[in-house]
């Protein structure tokens, strides 16, 4: 039997809302952070634009929550708005003081603007690394304090439950040996699910497995139907759909499509400027050819902006993009839309609490409805200062006392690796999702991929008859799964359009019945919930 382990408060995830919440309940207790691969590999180190914050006063924090309503498409919930406006201020000033370097001008901040925001209120750092310099000094600080330790390439592969309560988890290490942490409260900060399309531009470990530890421990999951598809990604054959930036259009930036046409005005007033998920469906419109399977190339184009150093203003997009022969300045830029954001996850009250006791979330992984059906361009940072020091407050606050649990047993390597057959059904599956449950949905599909999802499951069931012990990526394909399986339903449930959920067979809002919430639990049907 392994040995059981103890500590005070488990994290799951080492993102912007990991590392706040451990630097907030640090005083308190010993608290361990476990991630599946370095500290620094998490979505917070990817995000390229910035972090939206109103530093302006009332009237800034007024418009900023007043265009993170209108971007939610009618679902948003309004007091979660008002505590991410509010709090949002306190929360960069502080990340400032703890050392994080935004870009400044003359001194000053440097402010830029991304589609749907009234004003410009993006802070960035080293151009388009703001997210890269938000983990490092979050991860420094954390890494400097006696009471915040790591567990580095280690996988979560489960929950334990006792008394009714999350007590502990069980741990997978990259030697594949297993080990059990019991702890008085444990916080899914694990981020979102982008693997589970083809196309997304969420690095690999981008899986899911918090939502799906979540939801296999018995929690509601809400708003799963709602995946945001950020409209510029690099599309360029055997590369990775890298980002480009939000804050490409909002330096100028105009979409193009194989005609050389400016596209943006037949779609909405705001032209690039406008909400993602409008952005996302016009450059899957505009890239439709006329026979099925058949596309067309769209692009960004950057050639008429003047007065601005691009390579300066994005050395991170400028960079790769030379890698592959591609200027800003010079050349039209080939995209296409890409899996980037859940606004679904699991549901949580303001202060991070699950439907399960012993489990709070914050973060990507988590639904305090505050994105409702889309959301707002760099509001994600934002949401995991604030709603990671919520969280570890409200665990604070809750004072669960620690509950021993029995050691898990000690993990054997398989014999012979099942990673091929997973692989292949993870392909599978991303392939799948990406035709039944992309950007434009209809039941037919839907139902389609319901079944298909289905029998990826029955799959990995019998694989794990055949395997002597757990390995990671079966543990991700499993999360994958689980994940895909929420999306599907709730998106069959949900018979309007709204957001980033787009059905053509119901192509209207539908506010008389579903201006609610989705909850998604176990083997439930869905249901609709107003917050």
């Not at 105009?254 to 450059?283: I, Q």
Request: glycine share 10%; charged share 25%; net charge negative.
């Amino acid at each position: 039997m392994a040995q059981e382990m103890r500590c005070d408060f488990l994290i799951v995830g080492a993102g912007v809302a990991g590392l706040r919440a451990a630097l907030e309940l640090a005083p308190r207790g010993d608290v361990l952070v476990v991630t599946k691969e370095s500290v620094r590999e998490s979505n917070t180190h990817y995000a390229q634009g910035g972090i939206a914050v109103a530093m302006e006063g009332e009237e800034d924090v007024g418009l900023h929550r007043d265009d993170t309503i209108a971007a939610g498409d009618g679902l948003v919930h309004r007091a979660a708005a008002e505590v991410l406006v509010s709090e949002g201020p306190l929360r960069v000033a502080e990340l400032i003081e703890w050392g994080a370097s935004f870009d400044r001008e003359g001194g000053r901040l440097m402010r830029t603007r991304e589609a749907a925001h009234s004003r410009p209120r993006i802070l960035h750092a080293n151009g388009d690394a703001t997210g890269a310099e938000i983990s490092r000094s979050l991860a420094a600080l954390a890494r400097a304090h006696g009471s915040i330790h790591f567990a580095e390439w280690t996988t979560v592969t489960s929950l334990v439950l006792g008394e009714g309560r999350v007590i502990a988890a069980d741990l997978l290490d990259s030697s594949n040996r297993s080990r059990r942490v019991c702890a008085r409260s444990t916080l899914i900060a694990a981020g979102g699910a982008g693997q589970v399309y083809a196309d997304t531009t969420n690095p690999a470990v981008a899986t899911g497995d918090g939502i799906a530890l979540a939801s296999l421990a018995g929690a509601e999951l809400a708003d799963m139907e709602f995946y945001q598809f950020h409209p510029t990604a690099l599309s360029l054959p055997g590369v990775p759909r890298f980002l480009l930036s939000e804050a490409l259009r909002g330096e100028g930036a105009m979409l193009c499509n194989d005609r050389g046409e400016r596209f943006m005005e037949r779609y909405h007033p705001k032209l690039e400027l406008a909400p993602r998920d409008v952005v996302a469906r016009a450059v899957a419109r505009e890239s439709m050819g006329a026979a099925p399977g058949e596309s067309h190339p769209v692009y960004l184009d950057m050639r008429h902006v003047t007065g601005v150093d691009l390579h300066q203003r994005f050395p991170g997009i400028s960079a790769f993009l030379a890698q592959h022969g591609l200027d800003l300045h010079r050349d039209l830029i080939p995209i296409r839309p890409a899996a980037h954001y859940l606004m679904g996850g699991i549901r949580t009250d303001l202060d991070g609490r699950a439907s399960v006791r012993g489990l709070y979330a914050a973060g990507e992984a988590a639904c305090t409805g505050l994105h409702g059906a889309n959301r707002l361009a760099s509001n994600s940072l934002l949401e995991g200062l604030v709603f990671g020091a919520r969280a570890a407050r409200a665990m604070l606050a809750d004072a669960l006392e620690s509950v021993p649990a029995n050691a898990a047993p000690t993990a054997i390597a398989p014999s012979t690796s099942p990673d091929a057959e997973v692989e292949a059904l993870i392909a599978r599956l991303q392939q799948a999702m990406a035709h039944f449950a992309g950007i434009l949905r209809e039941e037919s599909l839907l139902k389609e991929g319901i079944a298909f999802q289905a029998g990826i499951e029955s799959d990995l069931d019998r694989l794990a008859l055949r395997i002597s012990s757990l390995t990671r990526r079966f543990v991700e394909a499993r999360s994958l799964a689980r994940v895909a399986r929420a999306i599907l339903h709730s998106a069959l449930a949900r018979n309007e359009s709204r957001g980033a959920h787009s059905r053509n067979d119901f192509p209207r809002r539908d506010d008389e019945r579903f201006q609610k919430h989705s909850i998604f639990r176990g083997e439930e049907p869905i249901r609709f919930e107003s917050w």
